[in-house]
């Protein structure tokens, strides 16, 4: 039987492992025995194939090329150089700030802590002297990678696409329920999004993905509040 080609705009689900080639560091991966033997587990990561909408752009070039080109269930290795991937490391990035800032958002910074300045993330290099010393380069600047994935499934139904969409711009598509028509998308929202900080930016990505992947121009969101039942004050109270 002749294998199924993938084209633009298929979305896919695929497992993955992510490797800095220079030093055969795994720095990501979507397996979780791996994650746990190389001491990057973190619970509260979903490990799962990962969905992607083929030819989307969404990651390095020469990485969507071979996934567009890969054969489902078969392992395909890419080599990525560095300026082809992040780009090179730039010195300008590295900058010093005095501690006070840190101590202004509540942050004891350390060598290798994230942090966020302005709207800016960058890497704690060092601290020392009332300074701490930020590297606001990719993490992966500089770096050569190594990808290598197999795709296990093309998504194929209108639940299971709207599904994948979610996974992937929200990290997750509990608790949502759809219904499509012509020319839209309902999105019935669950309760826990109402507290979520991410959900504003996240549902911008969700919106222009399902426009493009169903066709349709309008996408609807459906937001509920229940009032909680009241206490039934004729009950008698209990000694």
Request: charged share 30%.
């Amino acid at each position: 039987m002749a294998k199924k080609s993938l084209k633009k705009g298929d979305i896919v689900r695929m497992n993955y492992d992510a490797y800095i080639a220079d030093n055969e560091k795994l720095y990501d991966t979507t397996y979780e025995d791996k994650a746990k033997e190389n001491g990057m587990y973190n619970e509260q990561y979903k490990y799962a194939p990962m969905p992607y909408i083929v030819g989307s752009g969404k990651l390095f070039p020469a990485l969507d090329a071979a996934i567009s080109a890969a054969e489902i269930g078969k392992k395909t290795i890419v080599e990525i150089p560095s300026e082809e991937g992040a780009g090179a490391r730039d010195p300008k990035l590295l900058e010093t700030h005095p501690l006070r800032e840190f101590h202004k958002q509540e942050i004891n910074p350390y060598p290798g802590l994230e942090v966020s300045l302005g709207e800016r993330r960058g890497t704690v290099l060092s601290v020392g002297a009332g300074r701490v010393k930020v590297d606001f380069n990719n993490p992966l600047a500089g770096k050569n990678l190594r990808y290598e994935f197999e795709i296990t499934e093309i998504v194929d139904t209108n639940e299971e696409k709207a599904k994948a969409i979610l996974d992937m711009d929200f990290g997750t598509s509990d608790g949502f329920e759809f219904e499509f028509s012509e020319g839209k998308v309902s999105v019935r929202m669950p309760d826990m999004v109402k507290f979520n900080q991410g959900w504003p930016m996240s549902k911008f990505r969700i919106v222009s993905d399902l426009r493009d992947s169903f066709g349709v121009d309008t996408v609807e969101f459906i937001e509920t509040w229940t009032r909680a039942p009241a206490a039934d004050k004729s009950a008698p109270e209990e000694e």
